[in-house]
């Protein structure tokens, strides 16, 4: 994930992680400088030198939130502009969430009111409308993205915990919708919680037509982020490094790769009927 404030930093980080085994990048263009982009550089031709210096793959996104816990000034339509800007200039993916024109109510990224939120298994998840006339204007969005050459990644970070049936009905809520690419981001707050969201990973696995990501906020969903990829899960968000005050769940580029690189043959190739056992 690239959280840099100019085009010359964000692109030095992406040279390092190039080598530390990234391959591809988030950029995050909200946050006018507070890890994100400055807003000034949101144009084709700054967005466009960044996405052009790595043969890599970018998606771009544009959250309602910053990483600073405040709320942005662009509303929705702002927002899918300053994608489609990304577009022009190069970023091959945007991630639009999956209440875009019609925000699910809740309380602000980091603040009290959101623990208490994500705490409790009863909240709605949020990041997904069910709003006709919101589901129409995003399937149009989709299309416009998609003329443009990029692709479009529908994401819900659901800010409470999902079972897999539930995390199952949302992706296949926004694969109907045209999305290129899902994300669901669930919450867990025990072991048993992972457990359901690596379930939910096999689930999409075996459900979904098009690729997926499968994961959670909280710090027992640290250790699936390493494992959810082995399950048919698309990625692991990494960072270069761990910057005061930064987002501390996404685990480190070369420490993945190290996972990714010593875990091999895990796919299994035959049925058990036709395997041997001891
Ligand atoms: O969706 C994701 C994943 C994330 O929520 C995380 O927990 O790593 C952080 C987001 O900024 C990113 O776009």
């Not at 992406?14 to 982009?37: C, Q, Y």
């Not at 000034?40 to 996104?61: I, V």
């Amino acid at each position: 994930m690239i959280s840099e404030p100019t085009v010359g930093e964000a692109r030095s980080v992406m040279k390092h992680s190039e080598f530390e085994g990234a391959d591809s990048f988030i950029v995050n263009l909200m946050g006018d400088g507070e890890f994100g982009l400055e807003r000034s550089l949101l144009n084709e031709a700054d967005l466009g030198e960044l996405f052009r210096s790595t043969s890599l793959p970018s998606m771009a996104c544009y959250y309602r939130w910053k990483y600073t816990g405040e709320r942005v000034d662009e509303d929705d339509e702002e927002r899918m502009e300053i994608l489609r800007t990304a577009v022009r200039a190069g970023a091959r993916a945007v991630d639009m969430v999956g209440d875009t024109f019609n925000p699910t109510p809740g309380p602000d990224e980091f603040s009290d009111e959101a623990t208490e939120y994500s705490l409790d298994p009863d909240s709605t998840a949020r990041e997904f409308t069910t709003d006709p006339d919101a589901i129409d204007r995003q399937r149009e969005e989709i299309k416009a993205i998609n003329e443009l050459g990029g692709e479009v990644q529908l994401t819900a970070h659901t800010r409470t915990h999902l079972s897999p049936d539930r995390a199952l009905e949302i992706a296949t809520a926004f694969e109907r919708r045209g999305a290129d690419m899902v994300k669901i981001v669930s919450v867990d707050t025990s072991w048993e919680d992972l457990l359901e969201t690596l379930e939910a990973t096999v689930l999409l696995n075996r459900e979904l037509e098009i690729p997926f990501i499968m994961m959670s906020h909280g710090e027992h969903g640290v250790l699936g982020r390493y494992m959810a990829p082995f399950l048919g899960s698309m990625l692991c968000f990494t960072q270069h490094e761990y910057p005061p005050g930064g987002f501390y769940l996404q685990p480190l580029t070369p420490n993945v790769r190290a996972v990714f690189d010593s875990i091999r043959n895990v796919t299994p190739t035959r049925e058990p009927a036709d395997q041997s056992w001891l």
